[in-house]
């Protein structure tokens, strides 16, 4: 069934990547409020993740190091850009500007990459796909509701841009060919890494590192800190990234980074479950629009996804047949 239908696998894995990104927001908000600084609780939900996907990293690998070697420049870049770069850039960026603001500029990132291929290829993409990207943005301003914010910084402006940037990268990056490097491996080696980037850029001072050690509120009772730490490092990191680059491999960068759009609806339905955050009736449709702006861009059949998807389909065949 897999080898049959890569693309519907890859869009099942792609929004349970999505699920497991969305909880980060209300399990890592306690933290924050009890003291954690973003950069200190990012450093070690990303250390974490990458701790929990080791042993399963090296199992794939099973002592094929020149694989690793082969692929060094993607796990670094995977590292730098899609774990570090982007966080540090984001999180840079709301110290500036309203929240909502930050989130939807980086997540206009599905937007960018059908720039970026229409600039590559002079070849101006379907009008299904531009319909597919107009509601989408649309569902993600009412989702994300930044109303009225008065003057903007323009350095935290600038900040989110590069955010934008950092975010597609991570898309280009995780659908590039694999040349045999499983994806557990590229995100171990990427959480790893982009975890001790971001200790670097901690003990430069650059942003600040601060802890807690004093229970949070949790499901409405006090709970130990390490508790939504460790839900945040193991579902929302290690899975995540996990779930996300396997998903983009087979998917390609433009329909998972679309599809990855749901991970801001999941992050405001976990908020109204576990931290009581009330949904309103136009962010429900933003929700709507962008599963409507998924579907339109899904049903692009140009789509270059399609021959990403055949290509690791023929390669699952080879790798049967070895």
């Not at 402006?157 to 045999?180: H, K, N, Q, T, W």
């Not at 003990?203 to 600040?208: E, I």
């Not at 609806?265 to 409507?292: D, H, M, R």
């Not at 389909?313 to 790798?319: F, K």
Request: some cysteine.
């Amino acid at each position: 069934m897999r080898n049959r239908h890569p693309a519907t696998l890859g869009l099942i894995i792609a929004v349970i990547a999505a699920a497991s990104f969305g909880m980060s927001g209300a399990f890592i908000k306690p933290l924050l409020e009890s003291g954690w600084s973003p950069v200190a609780a990012v450093t070690a939900r990303v250390l974490i993740g990458g701790v929990v996907l080791l042993p399963f990293a090296l199992v794939a690998v099973r002592g094929r190091w020149a694989t690793v070697w082969r692929g060094r420049w993607r796990l670094l870049g995977m590292a730098l850009v899609g774990v570090a770069g982007t966080q540090v850039l984001y999180f840079a960026a709301i110290q500036r500007i309203p929240v909502s603001t930050g989130i939807l500029v980086e997540y206009l990132a599905p937007v960018l990459l059908v720039a970026v291929a229409w600039a590559r290829t002079r070849k101006a993409p379907r009008a299904v796909v531009v319909a597919g990207s107009v509601v989408a943005v649309a569902g993600l301003i009412l989702v994300v509701s930044p109303g009225g914010a008065g003057a903007l910084d323009p350095l935290g402006l600038i900040l989110a841009v590069l955010a934008m940037v950092g975010c597609a990268g991570f898309y280009l990056i995780a659908a590039r060919p694999s040349d045999g490097l499983p994806p557990v491996v590229l995100a171990s080696g990427g959480l790893l890494l982009g975890g001790l980037a971001l200790g670097v850029v901690g003990a430069t001072g650059l942003l600040p590192v601060t802890v807690s050690f004093a229970d949070v509120p949790l499901f409405g009772s006090p709970t130990a800190w390490w508790v939504p730490l460790l839900v945040v490092g193991v579902v929302a990191t290690a899975i995540a990234y996990a779930t996300s680059i396997t998903a983009t491999e087979l998917l390609g960068s433009r329909l998972a980074s679309f599809t990855g759009l749901l991970e801001v609806v999941a992050a405001t339905f976990y908020a109204w479950l576990l931290l009581g955050e009330a949904l309103s009736p136009l962010q429900l449709l933003g929700g709507v629009l962008i599963l409507g702006g998924i579907a339109l861009v899904r049903a692009d059949t140009g789509e270059p996804a399609g021959r990403s998807a055949r290509r690791i389909q023929s390669r699952s065949r080879e790798t049967t047949f070895r």
